[in-house]
């Protein structure tokens, strides 16, 4: 099995005393549901190979020659409140695998038994959430959004126990790696800053190697991650992408999205989108996310302040410093990539009042985001009446839409067109599809979960006959409510 897998074990090897090793127990009757075969491909796997092994592979019945599997140690704030010991409690690493790019991805197994972190749970994860993250995920690659990604997922022939018996799951899940602010937080909270310092390196080493000669290293790690966090959420933001679970423990420390849980994308325009059951409170809706990540980046600063500086006096400015960069270069990024959206090049001072001011026409009527700006491109190629009909107040629209092409200009219009229709989707994973599918595949059916997948591989391309899959929900559907993966 060595030869299917190549896995290593960097994390295993370097990180001894932050993590337990850990066999997977395995399950009864494994089967495949699903297997991506351009992930393996990429990965440098035998696809057909990997193919034919999965189920024993990916529900962990066959662990391969050479893999150190382990559980995690990781801490977090959820819901702003310090949870000192969270760690893989339903999820095992199984290792390492150097892709045909030279990248190293970690391979991880969600829902594969009870580890030291279960805590109360039972280590499993039911079929319905597996497929959840599998869909969202490959999603989030396809809008070119940087993600966690799916390599299979297996159902496990038992039967996992919630609100009723639901099937049984496991999520074979690759990662630029699992490394969270959380793992950070394990290790400064008790103090244990030999071990915030080997994480800090292993970090910078697999993640931001030129940082390696850094005169403070920590200090650039703090700034490299809160880039990439800049223009994670602002990705999310322009796609209209709500994570819904914010934590912590979820926010990676190479910039990638990682655990959909109860995440969804926005229909309708709105700050204050929330779809999770369990964010009574908001703090995690649409328009909270930009701030979230900053308060997320200054838990992970305060584990790096004694390598940043020796006196405290001197370290908390300078991380300051970086978190105010944060902020700065979100709004630069979102800005800019608002003005992809609208088909605007350059730079005018009257670019963020235009912004706004569609922003909030679109939440005062509620106008479905991803819709939108496909119909400005067609108002670009001569037909504004699509986009004129999302509003009801015709003559705010119109006194907007004169600003915008005043300020598009008369460059070649149906080339601007084109342009913002490579970076507006047109399919989303809409979340009436994302629940007729999957209440399909509990049935058994997999087929519509296939046909919305082959859909969302190229959402930027009309496709003949995938219409529907471009339209927001009936009105009968929703208020939608989504739920965490456990
Ligand atoms: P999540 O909500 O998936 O980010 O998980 C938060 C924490 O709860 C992590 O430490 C998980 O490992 C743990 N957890 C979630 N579901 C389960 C479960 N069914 N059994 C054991 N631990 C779980
Ligand atoms: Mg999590």
Redo the contacts with the bound molecule.
């Keep these: 099995m060595s030869a299917l897998l190549p896995l290593q074990n960097t994390y295993a090897e370097t990180l001894d005393g932050l993590y337990y090793p850990l066999e997977p127990e395995g399950f009864p009757e494994p089967t495949l549901v699903a297997f991506n075969a351009a992930l393996a491909d990429e990965l440098g796997l035998d696809s057909e190979a990997v193919r034919k092994a999965a189920a024993s592979l990916f529900s962990g019945n066959t662990v391969p020659d050479g893999a150190r599997p382990l559980a995690q140690a990781y801490a977090g704030h959820q819901f702003g409140h310090l949870s000192p010991q ?6 095992l690493l199984l290792g390492e695998l150097v892709g045909r790019d030279g990248k190293r991805r970690d391979l991880q197994l969600k829902g594969s038994g ?1 580890t030291p ?3 109360g ?5 039911t079929l319905g959430p597996v497929l959840r993250e599998y869909l969202m995920g490959e999603a989030m690659y396809h809008l070119g959004i940087p993600t966690t990604r799916a390599l299979a997922a297996v159902t496990t022939g038992d039967t996992v126990v919630r609100d009723g018996p639901l099937p049984g799951a496991v999520l074979a899940r690759v990662a630029a790696s699992h490394l969270r602010v959380g793992t950070f937080q394990f290790f400064a909270i008790r103090d244990d800053q030999e071990k915030v310092a080997r994480l800090t390196a292993y970090a910078i080493n697999r993640h931001y190697p030129t940082l390696l000669d850094a005169k403070n290293p920590a200090l650039e790690l703090l700034r490299s991650v809160a880039r990439a966090q800049a223009h994670l959420i602002s990705r999310w933001m322009l796609v209209g992408f709500v994570h819904g ?1 914010m ?1 912590t ?2 926010m990676t420390i190479s910039g990638e999205t990682i ?1 959909y ?1 109860p995440c969804a994308f926005m229909d309708s325009y709105s700050k204050s989108t929330v779809f999770s059951s369990i964010d009574r409170g908001g703090r995690y809706a649409y328009g909270n996310q930009p701030a979230i990540g900053k308060w997320n980046l200054a838990r992970l600063a305060e584990t790096l302040l004694p390598q940043i500086a020796d006196d405290s006096d001197e370290a908390i400015p300078l991380a300051h410093a970086v978190l105010d960069e944060y902020t700065a270069r979100y709004e630069a990024l979102w800005l800019d990539g608002m003005r992809g959206k609208l088909g605007l090049t350059g730079e005018q001072p009257e670019d963020e009042p235009l912004v706004s001011t569609l922003l909030s026409l679109m939440e005062s009527e509620g106008v479905d985001f991803t819709s939108l700006f496909r119909q400005l491109s067609t108002s670009l190629r001569g037909d504004p009446d699509p986009a004129r009909e999302l509003f009801s107040e015709a003559d705010e629209f119109l006194s907007w839409e004169s600003q915008w092409l005043k300020r598009v200009g008369e460059q070649d219009r149906v080339k601007t067109a084109d342009a913002m229709d490579r970076i507006n989707p047109l399919y989303i994973p809409r979340n009436h599809k994302v629940e007729e599918v999957l209440a399909a595949a509990h049935s058994g059916d997999y087929a519509p979960l296939q046909r919305l997948q082959t859909v969302l591989e190229q959402p930027f391309v009309s496709q003949p006959g995938a219409e529907d899959y471009a339209q927001p929900a009936p009105p009968t559907f929703g208020p939608y409510r989504t739920f ?3």
Excluded: E, I, P, Q
């Design positions: 969270l760690g893989d409690g339903r999820a009870r972190f279960s805590r749970g039972d280590g499993l994860a679970v934590n423990d979820n655990d849980g965490c993966g456990t």
